[in-house]
């Protein structure tokens, strides 16, 4: 594997680069400290076209490779991690399942406003029990002629409130143990949704995170990924796909704070000398 950076992906490690500086680190301080939210700036990466990179244009997104989105989740994370999260879980644990999963209408309905910034996504799998163990999900999906009824809740989820739609792990047959999980998607505002307050974390509060409850939730059956049991696989996939973008943001925090703490060292002065 070539793993030298074309003349393109220089192109694009400067645009973000350039776009972390000027755009980003003005008020990253106060958004940090406040738990707000990069909107606008957000709005004007997607203009630039870094939500989508790696999916098709046919379906909204750029069409480069996964190297070239992974330079842009390492260079904007340098500046604010915060924004870097958005963009990955919005095309690796929203949009990537939907397009490996879905439908032609999904990927058209879904997947195309995920690819070009339009919307932004979210996932939702960990509960107060559950997470890594798939088998022990305690939310439900039971099926209503043409809907299912989704009762349970999700801890910890990403744009839980800025998101506007999301890829959701329920269970829809427990005998089946893990095989018995299925994947929705259901967008913001269902009735029977409710977003509850954010959490207060340690770092990372430019990104709203959220438990989310869901009481007789009406999902349409149009909106399963897959088959009903596909939903651990739906899960995996998303989360492989996931681990380039947290991979990408921690090099760009790493660097950053080398970066920063080597710029102390030569401008400290102790005893005379530098």
Not at 57 to 83: H, M, P, Q, R, T
Not at 236 to 249: E, F
């Amino acid at each position: 594997m070539d793993l030298t950076y074309t003349e393109e992906h220089e192109l694009i490690r400067k645009t973000a680069r350039e776009f972390a500086q000027e755009k980003l680190l003005p008020g990253v301080a106060e958004r940090d400290q406040t738990m707000g939210y990069a909107r606008e700036q957000i709005r004007e990466l997607a203009e630039l076209g870094f939500f989508g990179m790696f999916f098709p244009e046919e379906y909204g997104g750029a069409g480069l490779d996964s190297i070239s989105y992974c330079i842009a989740i390492e260079e904007l994370s340098k500046v604010d991690a915060s924004v870097g999260v958005i963009i990955s879980v919005t095309n690796s644990l929203a949009a990537y399942p939907i397009y490996t999963f879905g439908t032609e209408e999904q990927k058209k309905k879904f997947l195309v406003p995920l690819a070009s910034g339009q919307k932004l996504g979210g996932f939702c799998l960990t509960e107060p029990g559950a997470g890594s163990d798939a088998a022990a999900l305690t939310t439900t999906a039971v099926r209503d002629g043409d809907n299912y009824i989704v009762n349970g809740a999700k801890h910890f989820t990403t744009s839980g409130k800025n998101g506007d739609l999301f890829v959701v792990s329920v269970m829809t047959d427990k005998s089946k143990g893990v095989k018995g999980t299925t994947s929705l998607i259901i967008e913001q505002g269902t009735p029977g949704m409710t977003v509850q307050p954010p959490e207060h974390k340690l770092g990372i509060r430019g990104t709203d995170t959220h438990a989310i409850t869901f009481e007789d939730c009406r999902v349409p059956v149009a909106n399963r990924l897959g088959n009903e049991g596909d939903g651990f696989k739906v899960a995996m996939t998303a989360l492989d796909s996931g681990r380039m973008g947290v991979a990408a943001q921690a090099l760009g925090i790493a660097q950053a704070s080398l970066d920063a703490s080597l710029q102390y060292v030569h401008e400290r002065q102790q005893f005379g000398k530098y």
